[in-house]
């Protein structure tokens, strides 16, 4: 139903308007009475054996919806009946930005790719919890990704981190510290030792004065060298925090079949999808070969399959993520990974 009638209808319009007239149908769709739990019984897997304890929290199943689909938690009720076991909302700032002028979102069809410069556009950190706050749906996870606005200077990025975590501390189940988009200017300078460690130790210490601190996840790009990431392993371990997500967008263009000239007229901004597969699980090894079992790692970049997803986790993800897998395959991927996983367990 997707690949012959949702699809070629929402790619007949520019992807951003797509996406809104996404938002707008199945929020119609799925108002009217009985319409979620049909769906969910579409949709949704259940199976105790799919479920994933990771970083103290029980993940209903290891697919998850990554950052930047539902950026200021406008569906997250809705988007829990198609299947998936989390859903990361955000990145959001502490105060609301417009982003990057439009167009800033294109699709590559022939590599079943899309670069976008969104720029972190979104409602603010506060307008996301108080949508959080009215979810109905409790049976799966929510996450809360993070940033910094556009106008704040790296030396005071940190203030915007904790003020996003006090926003949001009592309405998601774990944070992400987003360092890694190439869509905010110099924002990945963070990922640099001084300033990661000063942002993750300071994040810390607010969790430590909760009554029941958060895991902290921090999302890395996956043009980081060897080295870089070596940094990475090495702060995360010192940090102490829950994870790594692996990996964010590519600013790489290299392989991709759509012509040079296309892509070069797109502009700036991250690459996701299918061209980004082979990489996404190399920075995921790398980081498991490093990373004791109790540090969490999940994986995203390129699912566009079941067998990405297995090979994802046999790289050491312990869950994973979609975003452009689920626009150009649909929900249905969802249940087919989910399906798949089941079957590698019997
Ligand atoms: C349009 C778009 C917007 C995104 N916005 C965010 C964001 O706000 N924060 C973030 O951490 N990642 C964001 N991402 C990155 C995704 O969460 C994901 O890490 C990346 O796209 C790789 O996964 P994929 O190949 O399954 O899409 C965005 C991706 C896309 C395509």
Redesign the pocket.
């Known amino acids: 139903m997707y690949k012959l009638f949702i699809k070629p209808f929402l790619f007949l319009f520019n992807?951003e308007k797509a996406?809104h007239i996404t938002f707008s149908l199945l929020r119609f769709f799925l108002c009217i009475p009985f319409a979620k739990q049909i769906t969910s019984s579409l949709f949704v897997v259940k199976s105790n054996k799919l479920v994933r304890n990771i970083a103290g929290l029980s993940f209903p199943n290891p697919v998850g919806l990554?950052?930047?689909?539902d950026?200021n938690a406008l569906l997250v009720d809705e988007l829990a009946c198609l299947g998936f076991g989390s859903i990361?909302i955000?990145?959001v700032t502490p105060k609301a930005q417009s982003g990057n002028d439009k167009p800033r979102?294109f699709r590559l069809p022939k590599d079943e790719?899309?670069i976008?410069r969104?720029g972190?556009n979104?409602d603010g950190a506060s307008a996301a919890a108080i949508r959080l706050a009215k979810r109905r749906n409790k049976n799966i996870i929510v996450g809360g990704?993070i940033?910094k606005n556009k106008a704040t200077p790296n030396e005071s990025a940190t203030q915007d981190y904790i003020l996003c975590f006090n926003d949001l501390y009592e309405v998601v189940d774990y944070f992400?510290v987003?360092v890694?988009?190439p869509n905010t200017p110099n924002l990945r300078e963070l990922q640099e030792k001084e300033p990661l460690t000063n942002i993750l130790s300071t994040l810390q210490q607010e969790n430590a004065k909760k009554k029941i601190p958060k895991p902290i996840f921090l999302?890395i790009a996956p043009d980081l060298t060897d080295t870089q990431l070596q940094d990475i392993v090495e702060i995360v371990i010192e940090t102490k925090i829950a994870g790594v997500?692996a990996?964010?967008?590519t600013i790489s263009r290299d392989n991709l079949i759509t012509s040079k000239q296309e892509v070069t007229d797109m502009g700036a901004g991250?690459l996701?999808?299918?061209p980004?597969?082979t990489r996404?699980t190399n920075v995921i090894k790398f980081l498991r070969s490093k990373l004791d079992k109790h540090i969490a790692i999940i994986g995203?970049?390129?699912?566009?399959s079941a067998q990405d997803a297995i090979d994802k986790l046999n790289a050491g993800a312990d869950l994973i993520?979609?975003?452009?897998?689920?626009?150009y395959k649909g929900p249905a991927l969802i249940k087919k990974i989910n399906k798949r996983i089941l079957s590698e367990i019997k």
């Open positions: 992807p996406h990554a950052a930047g689909l950026k990361e955000g990145t979102l790719a899309l976008n969104m972190f979104n990704n940033g992400v987003n890694s988009s999302k997500i990996t964010n967008t991250g996701s999808g299918k980004l597969t996404s995203v970049g390129g699912i566009h993520q979609l975003y452009t897998g689920f626009i």
